[in-house]
């Protein structure tokens, strides 16, 4: 091994040791960047920088994500959340399990809409968590279904993961769009199932809405609010994807058009403020300056890398695995799924992802395919024990009786869904090239 390749190792360490003690991620990309590179090579080594930061914020496809994060942002403060927790509950309450297939089903709805995992976990366990304990479903199963119903926002489209997937990898917003269509329904179907056969296993475990309950809102009102309530975001949501994903209109132009569609979507709903305008465009401002800092910050980073020979390095790395092309795979998931128990998705995304993507470009792996594996994987980052953002952001609200420890009960069975529709994706690659293929991307 060189003497660089041991400082791109040192590198990565030294990382890893000022997140531990707690500077900011994006400093401390750039720090351990700019120090062991320098040692390696001197000021030379970062004459590329200047340009690989320019095209960062030039980048036309990266200007959707202030726009998407708009979008989401002024849907969230409209307590769209609310409403339709309302009536998708209603529509479900009928049957056992139903308020945890509603659960799920605002989760997509949500995930589309918004895509804020924090936002809609606390709205999900402010307005559904007491009521589901009142009902008596098991505590485990509540805090699981909510924290899991939040996640999906990462894996269905417009996402955040995605659109920064689709930069590294190389490939259309809309391809990636589109290839995460049928897997992230995929996981809610999963869900959704595993729900109904719990309560079918365990008769009285998820008791329906009371029919006393569920008879105050008459088939006539309800059918009202589901046109009213239901109708608006998803027909914005299926304008913007359906204009990215058919060619229609770029990314950040359909960003455009849903960020407007949003602000008049909260206008006609009698929302609309200046006080709410400007929070939103605080929201927006804060997220989209985090995100843009950590990439510029990783630029630094993957230039060092590369320039200490960190690729070798990887490659040799992936041959000692064994099983080929398909035990790399493997271990890069499961290299992902164990640096989601320490670091967030965009960390794991812009800093581990690009050291080891070449390897499998140049095994002739198909990049939309490993794109969703990846992301999929991602998500169990915000639900793994003991720094899953979701049992966080859930314990922030969860009422008195709802320990830590029933929240990390309640995910694990769901992490073990999402590998099962992991799995579903690995051997059955069709779930994520079909839609692309179809459409012709």
């Known amino acids: 091994m060189s003497p660089n390749e041991l400082l791109a190792i040192g590198m990565i360490v030294a990382f890893f040791v000022l997140l531990i003690v707690g500077i900011p991620v994006g400093i401390a990309l750039a720090a351990s960047a700019f120090f062991f590179g320098y040692v390696g090579f001197g000021p030379a080594l970062f004459n590329l920088l200047p340009s690989r930061i320019y095209g960062v914020a030039t980048n036309y496809t990266l200007m959707a994500i202030p726009l998407f994060v708009f979008m989401g942002v002024m849907l969230e403060k409209s307590r769209?959340?609310?409403?339709?927790?309302?009536?998708?509950?209603?529509?479900?309450?009928?049957?056992?399990?139903?308020?945890?297939?509603?659960?799920?089903?605002?989760?997509?709805?949500?995930?589309?809409?918004?895509?804020?995992?924090?936002?809609?976990?606390?709205?999900?366990?402010?307005?559904?968590?007491?009521?589901?304990?009142?009902?008596?479903?098991?505590?485990?199963?509540?805090?699981?279904?909510?924290?899991?119903?939040?996640?999906?926002?990462?894996?269905?489209?417009?996402?955040?993961?995605?659109?920064?997937?689709?930069?590294?990898?190389?490939?259309?917003?809309?391809?990636?769009?589109?290839?995460?269509?049928?897997?992230?329904?995929?996981?809610?179907?999963?869900?959704?199932?595993?729900?109904?056969?719990?309560?079918?296993?365990?008769?009285?475990?998820?008791?329906p809405i009371p029919v006393d309950e569920r008879r105050a809102l008459s088939r006539s009102a309800l059918l009202r609010k589901v046109v009213l309530v239901v109708g608006p975001p998803v027909g914005l949501v299926f304008a913007v994807l359906g204009s990215i994903i058919g060619g229609i209109a770029a990314p950040t132009e359909a960003a455009s058009m849903g960020a407007v569609g949003a602000l008049a979507f909260v206008a006609l709903s009698g929302r609309l403020s200046f006080d709410l305008l400007f929070q939103v465009a605080k929201s927006t401002l804060l997220i989209s300056a985090m995100v843009f800092f950590i990439l510029i910050c990783a630029q630094v980073f993957g230039l060092a890398f590369r320039g200490l020979g960190g690729e070798h390095l990887v490659g040799r790395?992936?041959?000692?695995?064994?099983?080929?092309?398909?035990?790399?795979?493997?271990?890069?998931?499961?290299?992902?799924?164990?640096?989601?128990?320490?670091?967030?998705?965009?960390?794991?995304?812009?800093?581990?992802?690009?050291?080891?993507?070449?390897f499998f470009f140049q095994a002739g792996v198909d990049p939309v395919w490993l794109g969703i594996l990846i992301c999929l994987n991602l998500q169990t980052s915000f639900l793994t024990p003991p720094f899953g953002w979701s049992l966080f952001f859930l314990k922030g609200v969860a009422p008195e009786g709802v320990s830590t420890m029933d929240i990390y009960k309640g995910a694990l069975p769901f992490i073990g869904l999402q590998f099962v529709a992991l799995a579903l994706v690995f051997f059955i690659p069709d779930l994520a090239t079909w839609l692309p293929g179809a459409i012709g991307w």
Not at 117 to 122: D, H, K, L, P, S
Not at 331 to 347: A, K, P, Q, T
């Open 80 to 207: 769209l959340a609310e409403e339709l927790i309302d009536v998708i509950g209603h529509l479900f309450g009928n049957i056992s399990g139903g308020m945890g297939v509603a659960i799920i089903f605002v989760g997509v709805l949500l995930g589309a809409a918004t895509g804020i995992v924090g936002a809609t976990i606390v709205t999900l366990g402010l307005l559904t968590l007491p009521t589901l304990l009142r009902r008596g479903y098991p505590k485990t199963i509540a805090t699981g279904m909510i924290c899991a119903s939040g996640t999906l926002g990462q894996i269905i489209p417009p996402s955040l993961v995605l659109i920064l997937l689709a930069d590294i990898l190389q490939e259309s917003v809309g391809t990636m769009f589109a290839a995460a269509m049928v897997p992230g329904l995929t996981l809610a179907a999963v869900y959704i199932v595993a729900i109904l056969a719990y309560a079918w296993w365990r008769p009285g475990s998820m008791p």
């Open 317 to 358: 790395m992936f041959d000692l695995v064994p099983g080929g092309v398909n035990g790399a795979l493997l271990f890069l998931m499961l290299l992902i799924f164990v640096l989601g128990f320490f670091l967030e998705w965009i960390e794991i995304t812009y800093i581990a992802l690009p050291l080891f993507l070449p």
